[in-house]
C-alpha cells in the first residue's frame, strides 16, 4: 500500500469510499487529444464574443447571489429542446455530472439501489458510492446490445430505485431503441423506479433518431439528462440539464446547494444557446468525421461499432493498450476503455481525425497485424 493510501485510510472515511479512486481520465499534454469525447472544433468565435459580452455583464452583478432559479436559462433550455416543455420541466446544474448526482441525492442513497448496464458511462458507479447508493450490474448481450425484453426483466427482478440507461450509450456510442425505455419504464411501474436516459451526445446521433423527450408525457418518473459539455463545446463552462415532469424538478430543488449555478455560468448558457448556429455546423462536420472513421476503421480490417454519438468504439485489436501507447507516442491520445481488444477515439477536425487514421493505420502495418 503506498504511503498515500494509508494515510487517507487513517481518516474517518466512510465505509463505501474506502478503497476508491477517483475518476481519472489522463489529462496529458499531447497535440491532439481525441479521449474524453470533447468538441474538438472549440468554441466558434462568434460564440466566444457572446460568451465574453454576458460574462462582463453579469460580472456587474457579482456582489449579489444569481437567481437561484435560473428562470431565464431554464426557458432557453426548454425552448432548445422543444416537445412541448417549458421553464417547469427544465433543471440545470454545474454539468450533467452534478445533475445525476443530485438525482441520486433525491431518489437514492443508503438503502436504496441504482441499476447499470456495463460497459456504460464509468462516473454511474462513482455517483452511486458518492451518495452511498448500491450500485447494481445488469447484463448486456454478446456485442453489448440491450433489447427491451432483457432490460425490462431485470428490472422487473432486481425492482431498483433508479436505472441508468444512456443513450448512445458511452463508452460503445450506439443508441438504443426507444422501446428498450418504454418496457424499462413500465417494468418499473411497481417498484417505482426513477429511468434516467442519459442523452449526453444526442446531437450528435443520425439524423430522425428520436429522443426519449418524447416519451416524457405521461411518465413521471422519467428523466432525460442532456449537457452543453459535448456539442455545444462548453465542457470547460460546466453545464448539464434534464427535462422531466415537473414535480421531478421540485425533488432536486430539496438537494440542490443553494445558488449552485453561477451568474457566470447562467450567462455564459444563454449566450451559447442565443448563438448556436455554427455550434450546429460544427456539429455537422463532426458527423461525418465520426461516420468516415467507421469507414476507415472497416477498411482497415477492424470491427468498429454503429456509432450516434462523437465517437467511435472499435474491436479486432489483438493488443489495445500496446496500440493506444503507440498512438500517444505519436502524439495522438485516445481512450483505453480496458475491455478486452477495444479502444475508443472522439472524432475530431478532419486535422486530426486524418493524423488519428494514418497513424493507427502506420501502427497496424508495423505490427503486420493487418487482418487479412
Ligand atoms: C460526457 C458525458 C456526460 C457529460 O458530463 P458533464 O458533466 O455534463 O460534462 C454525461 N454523460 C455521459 C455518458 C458522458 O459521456
Known amino acids: 500500500m503506498n504511503d498515500q493510501l494509508a494515510r487517507l485510510n487513517r481518516l474517518p472515511l466512510r465505509t463505501n469510499l474506502r478503497g476508491l479512486t477517483p475518476y481519472g481520465a489522463p489529462q496529458l499534454d499531447v497535440p491532439i487529444l481525441l479521449n474524453v469525447n470533447e468538441n474538438t472544433h472549440g468554441v466558434p468565435a462568434d460564440v466566444q464574443a457572446a460568451i465574453a459580452a454576458a460574462v462582463t455583464e453579469a460580472a456587474v452583478g457579482l456582489n449579489r447571489y444569481p437567481d437561484r432559479e435560473f428562470t431565464e436559462l431554464r426557458e432557453a433550455l426548454a425552448e432548445y429542446l422543444g416537445h412541448g416543455l417549458d421553464a417547469a420541466n427544465i433543471w440545470a446544474a454545474n454539468g450533467s455530472n452534478e445533475v445525476l448526482q443530485q438525482i441520486l441525492q433525491a431518489f437514492g442513497g443508503p438503502g436504496r439501489k441504482v441499476l447499470g448496464f456495463p460497459p456504460t458511462y464509468s462516473m454511474y458507479p462513482l455517483l452511486a458510492s458518492g451518495t452511498d447508493t448500491e450500485y447494481i450490474v445488469g447484463q448486456r448481450a454478446e456485442g453489448y446490445g440491450l433489447s427491451a425484453e432483457s432490460a425490462a426483466l431485470q428490472v422487473k427482478e432486481l425492482q431498483p430505485n433508479i436505472v441508468f440507461l444512456c443513450s448512445p450509450n458511452n463508452p460503445t456510442g450506439t443508441g438504443l431503441g426507444l422501446d428498450v425505455v418504454e418496457a ?36 413521471e418518473r422519467l428523466i432525460v439528462s442532456r449537457t452543453m459539455s459535448k456539442a455545444f463545446a462548453l465542457a470547460g463552462a460546466r453545464i448539464g440539464y434534464m427535462a422531466a415532469a415537473a414535480e421531478v424538478t421540485d425533488a432536486l430543488r430539496l438537494v440542490r446547494l443553494p445558488y449552485h449555478l453561477s451568474a457566470i455560468t447562467q450567462a455564459a448558457a444563454l449566450a451559447a444557446l442565443q448563438h448556436r448556429t455554427a455550434l450546429m455546423a460544427d456539429v455537422q462536420d463532426i458527423k461525418e468525421q465520426r461516420d468516415r ?80
Do not use: C
Not at 472513421?293 to 477492424?302: A, D, K, P, Q
Not at 454519438?309 to 500517444?328: C, I, M
Open 184 to 219: 424499462v419504464y413500465a417494468a418499473g411501474e411497481a417498484s417505482n423506479t426513477i429511468v434516467i436516459v442519459d442523452e449526453a451526445y444526442h446531437e450528435f446521433a443520425h439524423d430522425g433518431t428520436p429522443s426519449a423527450l418524447t416519451l416524457l408525457p405521461g411518465r
Open 293 to 372: 472513421i467507421v469507414t476507415e476503421l472497416t477498411r482497415m480490417g477492424l470491427k468498429p461499432a454503429a456509432s450516434d454519438s462523437n465517437y467511435v468504439f472499435f474491436g479486432g485489436l489483438d493488443s489495445p493498450h500496446e496500440v493506444w501507447q503507440q498512438l500517444l507516442d505519436a502524439g495522438v491520445l485516445i481512450r483505453d476503455v480496458g475491455i478486452p481488444g477495444h479502444l475508443r477515439v472522439t472524432a475530431g477536425t478532419e486535422r486530426e481525425t486524418t493524423a488519428f487514421l494514418t497513424a493507427l493505420e502506420g501502427i497496424l502495418a508495423s505490427q503486420a497485424k493487418l487482418p487479412a
